[in-house]
């Protein structure tokens, strides 16, 4: 069983060869500040550079969120250049997630929202607990998903689907992520790890250079341009006042007024 040490993730790989990584800061919900960021591409790097690891699940700590999303009072501080800056990184980061030569699976157990949904959509399957919320609630905050989750939604739900769930910020529940195709699986909490170390088994009994280009392949169906774009509108609503009321509304747990402007 190997191990590494990180400030906000626990990362182990066990004897089959499945690495482990759980975001953990449960205070704030498992919400992404730089520092898990950063962390997260390192342990990226981790699974890619070592040969013993052959498939690699994503959870947050605790029963109650897997990433509540990226960190509100981080986001708040940040202008159109900071802005679009961050979100350039985070969305390199998450596709390093999605191009990973190695399968992927993000056990959702709990809130998933804004950051925290995209970074499972960069997964490559996602296994959910019945407690699961998944949505995108960043308009709620005067903002649009900045890391790949305009892109990732439509692709995952469908056009329609993906619009409702931005447009109206409301996250959907286990059940109806599985139907509308957002989630493959919904576990008890008790039998979710167990069953995501059933499929990672399944997945690695595979070829390794068969599960790297079929990855490769499925990717290339959905490459597209409009990451640039999502990172630019990201950054522009940043200089706004709806984003600097919408942020400091969540942190002082008060209702946010926007004025388009
Ligand atoms: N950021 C920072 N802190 C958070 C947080 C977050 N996203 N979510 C929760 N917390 C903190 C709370 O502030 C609280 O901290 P303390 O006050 O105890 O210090 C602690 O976690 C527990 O949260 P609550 O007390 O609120 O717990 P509840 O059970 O009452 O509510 C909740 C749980 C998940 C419904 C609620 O915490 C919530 O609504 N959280 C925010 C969810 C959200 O809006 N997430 C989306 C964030 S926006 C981009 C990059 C990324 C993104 C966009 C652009 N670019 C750079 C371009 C992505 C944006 C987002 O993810």
Redesign the pocket.
């Known amino acids: 069983m190997n191990s590494h040490t990180f400030n906000h993730l626990l990362f182990h790989t066990d004897s089959n060869g499945i690495a482990i990584l759980t975001i953990n800061r449960p205070?704030?919900?498992n919400?992404?500040n730089a520092t898990l960021l950063d962390e997260l591409n390192q342990a990226i790097d981790l699974v890619e550079d070592n040969e013993s690891i052959h498939v690699f699940i994503i959870t947050g700590s605790g029963e109650?969120?897997f990433v509540?999303?990226?960190?509100?009072?981080e986001?708040s501080t940040?202008k159109q250049d900071t802005?679009?800056e961050?979100?350039l990184k985070?969305q390199h980061i998450f596709s390093k997630i999605e191009s990973c030569s190695k399968p992927v699976i993000a056990l959702v157990n709990g809130?998933a929202?804004?950051?925290?949904a995209?970074l499972a959509m960069a997964c490559h399957i996602r296994v959910a607990t019945e407690n699961a919320a998944i949505g995108m609630?960043?308009v709620?905050?005067g903002?649009?998903?900045?890391?790949g989750?305009t892109q990732r939604l439509p692709h995952i739900v469908g056009k329609s689907k993906a619009m409702e769930m931005i447009l109206t910020g409301q996250p959907v529940k286990a059940g109806e992520a599985l139907k509308i195709g957002l989630v493959n699986y919904v576990l008890p909490m008790d039998e979710a790890l167990d069953f995501t170390k059933k499929i990672a088994l399944k997945m690695m009994k595979n070829g390794p250079l068969a599960l790297n280009a079929a990855i490769r392949a499925i990717n290339a169906a959905f490459k597209n341009d409009g990451f640039a774009h999502e990172?630019k509108e990201?950054?522009k609503l940043?200089s706004t006042n709806d984003f600097k009321e919408g942020t400091s509304a969540?942190?002082e747990r008060r209702k946010a007024e926007f004025t388009g402007k």
């Not at 509540?68 to 009072?73: F, L, Q, R, V």
């Not at 929202?113 to 925290?116: D, I, K, P, Q």
Request: aromatic share 10%.
């Open positions: 205070d704030k919900l919400a992404l109650k969120a509540a999303g990226a960190d509100i009072k986001l940040l802005g679009e961050l979100s985070g809130y929202l804004g950051g925290g995209e609630p960043e709620s905050l903002l649009i998903p900045g890391y989750g990172a990201f950054g940043c969540f942190l």
